[in-house]
């Protein structure tokens, strides 16, 4: 197990700064996702570690050690590029071993090793085959099994399930985290998928513009993200302006434009503070809208605002729906089977414990 440590990690490619000053730690044994839109840095940041690159500022560390200077080779690292990058006049068999005969363990273990890792990614009977004999996803498994059968003391995977189909993804995925936690390999991830991030991570990396945004466990990055652009990336996110304020009963609250909403609980904020509220879908609820002569006066005073529901969109488990307040579209995600069309006034829900609050965007 190695523990790496990223300090003010800078890289430029000519007027780019790819990397703007990334501090991170890889603790013994972590598994650790970066996520951010295209261009953020990711894949730069994991040429830094492997030793494809030579960087600009900043140092990088395995256990202790300054590896400034190392050669990918000698860095006992196990990558799996963007785009595969096995070695075309190599066959499956060929490109797994290569590693193993750098390091030179017996033909033996070789053999056994090649097998055991081409069963691992169900690509028994292939080892025989180049990688243009190969389809993408056969391609990409053997990218993954390349730099599993090395047995690394860190895994750096770029995108290495993207593109498989949902059941051999689940599959893949299950394996690589089981792999990782047995073998206790410090892992790098990278994936534009959200869900696989959250599901698969100790921690999550949040980048944008070459910086980190946030760095923290699925939930914390999920339920209490850093900043309004931190929410929108990782999943789905209502971000609403608001004003803290007092409710007609002196209680505080948040003025904005789809109604009071109340104050996300454990945020201690002064009146008149401005900040923009982040709402998951899943933490507003929707009722049916109440008969004109029970609505009371105020609304928004007895936990419900009047909305529109503008369309409703069907996924199996939940249903999505838009619904228009104040001028505003919200997303709102309700159990399916569907209790509102599309027209129907219906009456929303904030729940507290469920909204977070960031810096006014
Ligand atoms: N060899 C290079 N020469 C010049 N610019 C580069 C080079 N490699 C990357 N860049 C630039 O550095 C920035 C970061 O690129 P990087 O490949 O790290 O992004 P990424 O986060 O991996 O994106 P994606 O999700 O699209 O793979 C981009 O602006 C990219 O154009
Ligand atoms: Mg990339």
């Known amino acids: 197990m190695t523990t790496v440590v990223i300090q003010s990690l800078v ?5 780019t700064t790819a990397v703007d000053g990334i501090s991170l730690q890889i603790e013994h044994g972590e598994f650790i996702s970066l996520l951010g839109p ?8 994991l040429r830094c570690l492997a030793g494809f690159e030579t960087i600009d500022e900043g140092r990088i560390l395995f256990d202790g050690r300054d590896v400034a200077g190392l050669p990918p080779e000698e860095r006992d ?6 785009s595969y990058a096995l070695f075309p006049h190599m066959t499956v068999a060929g490109n797994l071993a290569f590693g193993l005969e750098m390091r030179r363990l017996r033909q033996a273990e070789i053999d056994r090793r090649v097998r055991a890792v ?6 028994g009977g292939l080892g025989a085959r180049y990688p243009r004999e190969l389809s993408g996803g056969q391609q990409q498994r053997v990218a993954l099994a390349r730099a599993l059968v090395i047995e690394p003391k860190i895994l750096l995977l770029d995108e290495p399930l993207a593109n498989l189909d949902a059941t051999l993804r689940d599959e893949m995925r299950t394996f690589i985290r089981d792999l990782q936690k047995r073998v206790g390999i410090s892992t790098l991830y990278v994936t534009h998928d959200q869900a696989e ?6 921690r999550v990396v949040v980048m944008f513009g070459g910086r980190i945004a946030q760095a923290a466990s699925p939930e914390v990055v999920y339920d209490m993200p850093a900043s309004a652009a931190v929410a929108r990336f990782v999943g789905q996110a209502n971000v609403v302006p608001g004003v803290v304020g007092v ?12 109604g009071l909403l109340p104050l996300p609980l454990g945020l201690q904020l002064a009146i008149g503070t401005r900040l923009s509220v982040v709402a998951r879908p899943q933490a507003i609820g929707l009722s ?10 105020d609304g928004a005073a007895a ?7 503008a369309a409703r969109y069907f996924h199996g488990a939940f249903i999505d729906y838009r619904v228009a307040v104040g001028g505003q579209m919200l997303s709102v995600q309700a159990p399916a089977p569907a209790r509102h069309q599309a027209g129907d006034e219906v009456q929303l829900g904030f729940d507290a414990a469920r909204l977070w609050a960031v810096e006014a965007a």
């Open 38 to 45: 295209s261009g953020c840095g990711k894949t730069t940041t």
């Open 11 to 15: 890289k430029r490619y000519g007027a």
């Open 247 to 258: 409710r007609a009963d002196g209680l505080p609250a948040i003025h904005s434009p789809v």
């Open 288 to 297: 049916a809208a109440r008969a004109a002569n029970s609505a009371s006066a």
């Open 118 to 123: 081409l069963d691992l990614v169900q690509l």
């Open 77 to 82: 690292i196990g990558m799996v590029f963007q």
């Open 197 to 202: 991030a959250m599901t698969m991570s100790d």
């Open 303 to 309: 936990g419900g605002v009047a909305a529109n529901i």
